[in-house]
């Protein structure tokens, strides 16, 4: 059992930048490929980006690519996603998960999953 938790979420202008983190306590998540999702009232889970256990392989959704980042420091056993010029339409409940094997963008493909930080843009 791997149990994801985030945090770095909160409440920021348009224009700035967060940092989520996503740790896990007891097993390694160097294993695990994790990926970043989000979710805003109303709509669906969406895909944002996912790196593999080793770092190797990295995959962004095309809108998102160049304001946000992932990356992980497997030594801290920790996974990160830098915001930056963050939008209101960026407002959303934003989730971590992990999976064995190879990255995907697909949410059903992930057997573990964190409850959540809640990240809000204001205009």
């Known amino acids: 059992q791997v149990q994801l938790v985030e945090s770095g979420g909160g409440l920021v202008q348009a224009g700035g930048s967060l940092r989520l983190s996503c740790t896990t306590s007891?097993?390694?998540?160097?294993?695990?490929?994790v990926g970043w999702f989000r979710q805003a009232p109303g709509k669906e889970r969406e895909f944002i980006a996912a790196?593999?256990?080793?770092?190797?392989?990295?995959h962004y959704a095309d809108s998102l690519q160049g304001r946000f980042t992932i990356s992980r420091d497997n030594a801290k056993n920790t996974v990160y996603l830098q915001m930056n010029s963050l939008k209101p339409e960026d407002t959303a409940a934003y989730y971590c998960?992990?999976?064995?094997?190879?990255?995907?963008?697909?949410?059903?493909?992930?057997?573990?999953w964190g409850q959540g930080t809640q990240v809000t843009v204001s205009s």
């Open positions: 790196k593999t256990g080793s770092g190797g392989s990295t």
């Open positions: 998960a992990a999976k064995l094997g190879v990255v995907t963008a697909q949410v059903k493909q992930y057997t573990y």
């Open positions: 007891g097993r390694t998540l160097v294993s695990y490929a």
